[in-house]
C-alpha cells in the first residue's frame, strides 16, 4: 500500500526556519517525482513545489510566491523527501502536504498519492 | 503563468442528480489536467488524470472530458459520499496550478 508522510511542522515564530519532511513507502522512493502543496486555513490548495526523480535529473521546481524562500530537496537513500521554509511569514501558516509526482514524459507531474498533512503555524 | 478558473465556487444537488463542474484554463494545457476531490480535514483524492482517464479504484460515476482550455468534471448518480471541495489542477508545465475548488453539497 502506498502511503507517505509529513512531519516536522508545528508553531514557528515569523522569520524563523522550518523543515519539513515527507516519508513514503510501499513504492520505491526514487522512481517517482514528490510535489508539495499548501492550503491556508479556509483556502483552496497551492502547488508549491516539485522535486524530480533522479531518473529525470533531480531538478527542482517552484511556484513563483514561494521561489526564494522555499528549496525541495531529497535523500532517496533513506526515502525522504524535504522542503525547507525560511523567512516565514504568517502568510505560511498552513497545511503541508507532500504527494508523489506521477508521470510518464518526466515533464508533466500530477499527484496520485497524498500525505495526510502538516499543519505549519507561524506566530510570536 | 497559466490560471485556472472553477465554476461553479458552490453548488448544492441531491442524490441521483448529475452534476458538472467546469473549469477553464487562461492558456491551451491540452489535456494535463487532473481533478481532486478533498473532504473536510483530509487529503485530496486523485480522480481523474490526463483530462478523462479515471483513476483505479474510482467509481465509473465521475468522468472527465475537454481539451484546451475548457474541461468538465461530471458525477452521474449523485452519492451523499460524493460532498467535499473539488479542485482542478493543471500540469502542463511550471509553475503548476490549482482552480479555486468547487464545493458540493449533497
Known amino acids: 500500500e502506498v502511503q507517505l508522510e509529513e512531519f516536522g511542522g508545528g508553531l514557528v515564530e515569523p522569520g524563523r526556519s522550518l523543515r519539513l519532511s515527507c516519508t513514503a513507502s510501499?513504492?520505491?522512493?526514487?522512481?517517482?517525482?514528490v510535489s508539495w502543496f499548501r492550503q491556508a486555513p479556509g483556502k483552496g490548495l497551492e502547488w508549491v513545489g516539485l522535486?524530480?526523480?533522479?531518473?529525470?535529473?533531480?531538478?527542482?521546481e517552484y511556484a513563483a510566491s514561494v521561489k526564494g524562500r522555499f528549496t525541495v530537496s531529497r535523500d532517496d537513500s533513506r526515502g525522504l523527501a524535504h522542503l525547507e521554509i525560511n523567512s516565514l511569514k504568517s502568510d505560511d501558516t498552513a497545511v503541508y502536504y507532500c504527494?508523489?509526482?506521477?508521470?510518464?514524459?518526466?515533464?508533466?507531474?500530477?499527484?496520485?498519492?497524498w500525505g495526510q498533512g502538516a499543519l505549519v503555524t507561524v506566530s510570536s | 503563468d497559466i490560471q485556472m478558473t472553477q465554476s461553479p465556487s458552490s453548488l448544492s444537488a441531491f442524490v441521483g442528480d448529475r452534476v458538472t463542474v467546469t473549469c477553464r484554463a487562461s492558456q491551451t494545457i491540452s489535456t494535463w489536467l487532473a481533478w481532486y476531490q478533498q473532504k473536510p480535514g483530509k487529503a485530496p483524492k486523485l480522480l481523474i488524470y490526463r483530462a478523462s482517464s479515471l483513476e483505479s479504484g474510482v467509481p465509473s460515476r465521475f468522468s472527465g472530458s475537454g481539451s484546451g482550455t475548457e474541461f468538465t468534471l461530471n458525477i452521474n448518480n449523485l452519492q451523499p459520499d460524493d460532498f467535499g471541495t473539488y479542485y482542478c489542477q493543471h500540469y502542463n508545465s511550471f509553475p503548476m496550478s490549482l482552480g479555486q475548488g468547487t464545493r458540493l453539497e449533497i
Open positions: 522535486i524530480r526523480s533522479r531518473i529525470f535529473g533531480g531538478a527542482p
Open positions: 510501499g513504492f520505491t522512493f526514487g522512481d517517482y517525482a
Open positions: 504527494s508523489r509526482g506521477q508521470t510518464v514524459t518526466g515533464a508533466k507531474y500530477f499527484s496520485d498519492y
